[in-house]
């Protein structure tokens, strides 16, 4: 069974930094593109980064791509954001997505507030 478990959100500072973890079963995460995408509160869900498999190339929306690091461990099979000089604009549900089997995790909260 494929399935995707996101965990490492909280409530956090301006400024402050966050990694999410998003493990992985039933597949292997550098088998497939990895993503992931945010819902802020009464928006609709957005791609934030993205990790192709097809030469291990990235992809980041514009507002994170100086902020936001992806990176996969193949030997834990999880995927990691890590979330630098956090805005409040950032808070937001944050879920990601195996991109070939068209899955997604429960999410995790990521709150930026002071």
């Known amino acids: 069974q494929v399935q995707l478990v996101e965990s490492g959100g909280g409530l956090v500072h301006p400024g402050g930094s966050l990694t999410l973890s998003c493990a992985a079963s039933?597949?292997?995460?550098?088998?497939?593109?990895m993503s992931w995408y945010r819902q802020p509160p009464g928006k609709e869900r957005e791609l934030v980064a993205l990790?192709?498999?097809?030469?291990?190339?990235?992809m980041f929306i514009e507002s994170v791509k100086d902020r936001f690091r992806i990176s996969r461990d193949n030997v834990k099979n999880t995927v990691y954001l890590q979330m630098n000089s956090l805005k409040p604009e950032d808070t937001a549900m944050y879920y990601c997505?195996?991109?070939?089997?068209?899955?997604w995790g429960q999410g995790t909260q990521v709150t930026v507030s002071s």
């Open positions: 039933g597949f292997t995460v550098s088998s497939t593109d």
């Open positions: 990790f192709s498999t097809v030469g291990g190339g990235f």
């Open positions: 997505k195996a991109s070939f089997y068209n899955t």
